[in-house]
């Protein structure tokens, strides 16, 4: 696994938000989103580096997070900024934490632990769809690990699904099985947590939504025989054809992820087949048939353009690659030998 980029992006206080090209722009601060991603990545890094930048993550977390459990979002020198503030920030770093929670470094673990229980008083109070599923997410990671709490977060598990349940039940309609009316950012992470709470509770009616959405996506997605990520100049609108600009890798990365908790739960291939494509996509099976991972630099660029690939390789571009790619590496090596397309990897090398 190629973690040069990652490396070059963080320094003694956390992963630096964006680059010029191929370099850190430590001018941009650094967030609670893309320290939440990177401590998912260094928790599957091996030995030493597991530790120091596991470490590194979780300490800017924990800085972060306010006396309410909440997280200040961004981070400008030494001053955090609340400008950018998000329940979507929250959500991911809970979940993160949640992770973490379990790991084996002592530090980690007390830090995530102690940062999961301050978040819980507020944590009912997310309202936002993609907030809701990332909280869901996280409290089906961190069941376990806090068994004092485990009434509480059941409930909180069960209100987030009927929550998720009602908005797909509310916008459905004929060829449109979606949570609202429009496709934006990170969809996949909808259907993901009603998987989730699957997992965690045996909830067949949210396994049934979370299948019904997850077709949607997979026919209005991969179409043409690789995944076409909704575009973000004005998203996919209902009623409206779905633009294919500028296509953002944190998408390929939520796709493929709730495509592998699909297929580890239900075993089917169909699953595992979009997993694969996402995974693909970052190397060149895409719409422009360009690879975004820089084989130079080790970092992944930030976008698909409608005039080849944005230059520029910020962090939450190559921790939702790396994220990707660990996890695509570990269902493979649980469940079958990787099906490698050398052609794909072959077209990181046109990148320079």
């Known amino acids: ?6 490396k070059t992006m963080t320094d003694e206080n956390g992963i630096i938000q964006f680059s010029v090209n191929g370099v850190p722009d430590i001018s941009s601060g650094y967030t609670v989103d893309d320290n939440a991603r990177a401590l998912l990545v260094a928790l599957s890094m091996e030995e030493e580096d597991r530790k120091k930048y596991a470490l590194t993550y979780t300490r800017f977390l924990y800085s972060a997070q306010r006396e309410d459990g909440t997280w200040c979002n961004w981070k400008i020198g030494q001053k955090f900024i609340p400008d950018i503030d998000s329940e979507d920030s929250i959500g991911r770093a809970f979940l993160a934490c949640s992770v973490a929670a379990q790991c084996d470094i002592e530090e980690v673990h007390r830090l995530s632990i102690e940062m999961v229980v301050k978040a819980l008083p507020n944590l009912n109070k997310l309202s936002f769809p993609r907030s809701v599923a990332y909280g869901l997410v996280g409290i089906s990671f961190g069941i376990n690990v806090l068994p004092g ?3 509480y977060v059941e409930l909180v598990a069960k209100e987030y699904c009927q ?10 309609g004929p060829g449109w099985n979606w949570f609202e009316n429009k496709l934006t950012y990170c969809n996949a992470i909808l259907p993901h947590a009603l ?10 009616k949210a396994l049934r939504v979370a299948e019904d959405a997850m077709r949607f996506l997979g026919g209005a997605l991969f179409r043409e025989g690789f995944l076409d990520i909704v575009g973000n100049k004005g998203w996919w609108v209902r009623g409206c054809e779905m633009p294919l600009y500028d296509q953002q890798p944190v ?13 580890q739960i239900t075993g089917r291939d169909d699953y595992l087949w979009m997993a694969d494509l996402a995974r693909a996509w970052y190397w060149g099976k895409n719409r422009n048939r360009i690879s975004l991972y820089n084989i130079k630099t080790g970092g992944c660029h930030d976008a698909l353009t409608e005039y080849g690939i944005n230059g520029n390789q910020g962090a939450e571009a190559v921790v939702s690659f790396l994220l990707t790619e660990q996890a695509w590496q570990r269902l493979h090596k649980e469940n079958r030998e990787p099906k490698v397309d050398r052609g794909i990897q072959e077209e990181a090398k046109r990148i320079v």
């Not at 696994?1 to 990652?6: N, W």
């Not at 998987?195 to 067949?204: F, I, N, Q, T, V």
């Not at 998408?251 to 297929?263: K, P, R, V």
């Open 1 to 6: 696994m190629d973690y040069r980029h990652v």
């Open 149 to 151: 709490y485990r009434a």
């Open 163 to 172: 929550s998720l349940i009602s908005l797909y039940m509310s916008h459905r």
């Open 195 to 204: 998987l989730a709470y699957y997992r965690m509770s045996g909830d067949k």
């Open 251 to 263: 998408d390929a990365c939520s796709i493929a992820l709730a495509a592998m908790e699909a297929y």
